[in-house]
């Protein structure tokens, strides 16, 4: 290293990061004086290191510290976004630091920002419930708030990615009613998504008739304890969890994590709620038959006559089409086709 990349920190090779760190107290976007009799901010210090660098060596990431703050630029952009880690956040958003250790790390995401984000939601959602419970402290009701949650997060994402067939379909029909009235709506609103079309009530009012039914066994279970709502869970579920936030946004792998942690774990682990990695379900299905079919694949794909592939390939398609798969996880029984 040359010039006034001696001066650099900490730098990781492997990982391409590049730190530059500060004291506590001093701001992170206050400009300092260096050599060169130059102002500037620790970022821009930073910088000018990077620009030192042999190309193959540039940092893909540049992090400032102060042992209060973390900041985080994404270098890879052409205006590198900063992204702001408080340093009393770092257990519910150490993954925004992944790439540390992590090579495959490719971007930032916004994925993974607004998964913290629905963490977050969750947390509060949990709390403000917690607080109406009877008996807070009974397993049963602690097993039941964490199947409420898990229920109300399935009904926004639901709503948000298009699975009940229009935007805001959740939120307007919760919004229609008052406070008061909000937990019988709930519990209409439960029963009525575990009953195929066939079995409603004919006389249900439209609202609620235009929910699809959900198939898993999700929303089986009619003796869940739902407690009363109050005007700070109104505003928590209705604007905050659904108008100011997009839940299709979200990453199941990271948000998985966040959202298991968020919940109570006694009753996680009796109720059989534990997020899987992706890592680790293709620990079991890769061996099991997803390296078999990804090596039939390219077996087709390597066919040289075009009318055998296509043939060859809309077999396959129908062939995958068909497979059924089951998975058990107490208390819910899940199967599904692959459309």
Same mark, same amino acid.
């Given at each position: 290293?040359?010039?006034?990349?001696?001066?650099?920190?900490?730098? !990781?090779?492997?990982?391409?990061? +590049?730190?530059?760190?500060?004291?506590?107290?001093?701001? +992170?976007?206050?400009?300092?004086?260096?050599?060169?009799?130059?102002? *500037?901010?620790?970022?821009?210090?930073?910088?000018?290191?990077?620009?030192?660098?042999?190309?193959?060596?540039?940092?893909?990431?540049?992090?400032?510290?102060?042992?209060?703050?973390?900041?985080?630029?994404?270098?890879?952009?052409?205006?590198?976004?900063?992204?702001?880690?408080?340093?009393?956040?770092?257990?519910?958003?150490?993954?925004?630091?992944?790439?540390?250790?992590?090579?495959?790390?490719?971007?930032?995401?916004?994925?993974?920002?607004?998964?913290?984000?629905?963490?977050?939601?969750?947390?509060? *959602?949990?709390?403000?419930? !917690?607080?109406?419970?009877?008996?807070?402290?009974?397993?049963?009701? !602690?097993?039941?708030?964490?199947?409420?949650?898990?229920? !109300?997060?399935?009904?926004?994402?639901?709503?948000?990615?298009?699975?009940?067939?229009?935007?805001?379909?959740?939120?307007?029909?919760?919004?229609?009613?008052?406070?008061?009235?909000?937990?019988?709506?709930? #519990?209409?609103?439960?029963?009525?998504?575990?009953?195929?079309?066939? #079995?409603?009530?004919?006389?249900?009012?439209?609202?609620?008739?235009?929910?699809?039914?959900?198939?898993?066994?999700?929303?089986?279970?009619?003796?869940?304890?739902?407690?009363?709502?109050?005007?700070?869970?109104?505003?928590?579920?209705?604007?905050?969890?659904?108008?100011?936030?997009?839940?299709?946004?979200?990453?199941?792998?990271?948000?998985?994590?966040?959202?298991?942690?968020?919940?109570?774990?006694?009753?996680?682990?009796?109720?059989?709620?534990?997020?899987?990695?992706?890592?680790?379900?293709?620990?079991?299905?890769?061996?099991?038959?997803?390296?078999?079919?990804?090596?039939?694949?390219?077996?087709?794909?390597?066919?040289?006559?075009?009318?055998?592939?296509?043939?060859? +390939?809309?077999?396959?398609?129908? #062939? +995958?089409?068909?497979?059924?798969?089951?998975?058990?996880?107490?208390?819910?029984?899940?199967?599904?086709?692959?459309?």
């Amino acid at each position: 290293m040359n010039g006034n990349t001696k001066r650099i920190d900490a730098y !990781l090779p492997e990982t391409h990061v +590049l730190i530059e760190q500060k004291s506590r107290g001093k701001r +992170l976007d206050q400009k300092i004086h260096n050599s060169g009799d130059i102002e *500037l901010t620790p970022y821009e210090q930073a910088k000018r290191y990077n620009d030192n660098l042999p190309y193959d060596e540039k940092a893909r990431w540049i992090i400032t510290s102060n042992f209060e703050e973390i900041w985080i630029y994404d270098m890879n952009l052409r205006i590198p976004e900063l992204v702001k880690i408080l340093l009393m956040e770092l257990p519910s958003k150490y993954p925004l630091l992944s790439f540390l250790v992590r090579q495959d790390i490719k971007k930032l995401s916004r994925e993974m920002e607004v998964s913290i984000q629905a963490g977050d939601i969750v947390g509060l *959602l949990y709390d403000a419930f !917690l607080k109406q419970y009877k008996n807070p402290e009974r397993e049963e009701t !602690l097993k039941s708030l964490n199947v409420l949650c898990v229920r !109300l997060v399935f009904c926004l994402y639901a709503e948000d990615a298009g699975i009940f067939g229009r935007r805001a379909m959740f939120h307007d029909y919760m919004a229609a009613f008052e406070t008061p009235h909000m937990r019988s709506a709930l #519990k209409d609103l439960f029963r009525v998504l575990d009953e195929t079309p066939e #079995k409603r009530d004919p006389y249900l009012i439209p609202s609620l008739a235009d929910f699809p039914y959900v198939n898993g066994g999700l929303f089986v279970d009619e003796t869940i304890e739902i407690p009363m709502f109050t005007d700070e869970i109104r505003e928590l579920l209705l604007v905050k969890a659904s108008e100011n936030f997009n839940w299709s946004e979200i990453s199941p792998t990271i948000f998985g994590a966040i959202f298991e942690s968020t919940l109570n774990p006694e009753t996680r682990r009796s109720g059989g709620m534990h997020y899987t990695s992706i890592e680790n379900i293709h620990k079991v299905i890769d061996p099991l038959f997803l390296d078999d079919f990804r090596e039939e694949l390219e077996e087709i794909k390597a066919i040289s006559v075009v009318k055998t592939r296509n043939q060859k +390939l809309a077999d396959f398609q129908s #062939k +995958l089409a068909a497979l059924e798969f089951l998975e058990i996880k107490t208390p819910y029984l899940i199967q599904f086709k692959v459309a």
